[in-house]
């Protein structure tokens, strides 16, 4: 690719590329496609990209030599990171534990065998404001390290199986957006009550819920919620707040 100054690049996934030959566009910033997980590991140094969507591209890898290991620090001023459709454990690395302080968004999609996140995600991507999970059909929990991510705003999970509950103490400063759907969860932890930062909240599908925790009205902040579930009533008026916005 002899096309230095070009700065959005979407590959169709009929076509073949290699990592290396993608050095050439030192002014990247945005970059979708189609990978395998050993070109994955393989992508070079883009100074500038600050978008990543990667996929996939094929399920006959032996499992032998598979490599799920991604050098995040390869790509310094990565901000946005998706990541879909791999059939094994992904994971982000940085050298010597050094934390990506750059990254704000990641959203991992269709991975077949990720059961959670790493223990130590707050810790590596300090500065992450938005995660989601979704179809991801053997994810059964998050870390219970979710606390050390400070600065998370919003996190979806969507479309698991087994993700039947969330961490007992889910305390997260700055979440402000809660997306929970299509999951068996049983109950929702009390200490979803004391996310004072809370302003929108969606449990869509999620139908063993059968009612909200006892200090639901301490989530001042809440202005929408979304209710798909069983029959889920109000203890009094004053848990709803007159300026919400309910749908159900």
Not at 9 to 16: K, M, N, T
Not at 21 to 35: F, V
Not at 99 to 116: D, K, Q
Not at 171 to 196: I, Q, R
């Amino acid at each position: 690719l002899e096309t230095p100054g070009i700065d959005d690049v979407i590959f169709p996934e009929s076509l073949a590329v290699e990592p290396a030959g993608l050095s050439s566009l030192a002014s990247l910033h945005i970059l979708t496609l189609d990978l395998n997980l050993q070109q994955l590991s393989r992508l070079v140094h883009l100074p500038r990209l600050t978008e990543l969507s990667v996929s996939d591209n094929t399920n006959l890898v032996p499992s032998d030599q598979r490599s799920a290991t991604f050098a995040i620090t390869q790509l310094p001023h990565l901000k946005s990171l998706r990541i879909e459709a791999f059939c094994d454990q992904f994971n982000l690395t940085t050298p010597s534990g050094l934390p990506c302080t750059r990254l704000e968004g990641l959203l991992i999609a269709n991975s077949n065998n990720l059961e959670t996140l790493p223990d130590n995600i707050g810790e590596m991507l300090p500065c992450l404001r938005e995660l989601t999970v979704e179809s991801c059909k053997t994810f059964s929990h998050l870390p219970k390290k979710l606390t050390s991510m400070s600065r998370l705003e919003s996190l979806t999970v969507s479309c698991s199986n087994l993700f039947f509950s969330l961490p007992e103490n889910i305390a997260l400063p700055a979440l402000k957006t809660l997306v929970l759907h299509l999951l068996p969860l049983a109950h929702l932890p009390g200490s979803l009550c004391h996310l004072s930062n809370l302003e929108t909240l969606f449990l869509i599908g999620c139908g063993e819920i059968h009612q909200l925790p006892a200090d639901f009205c301490n989530l001042t902040a809440l202005r929408t919620l979304c209710l798909q579930l069983p029959l889920v009533p109000f203890r009094k008026a004053s848990d709803v707040s007159l300026t919400l916005k309910l749908y159900s």
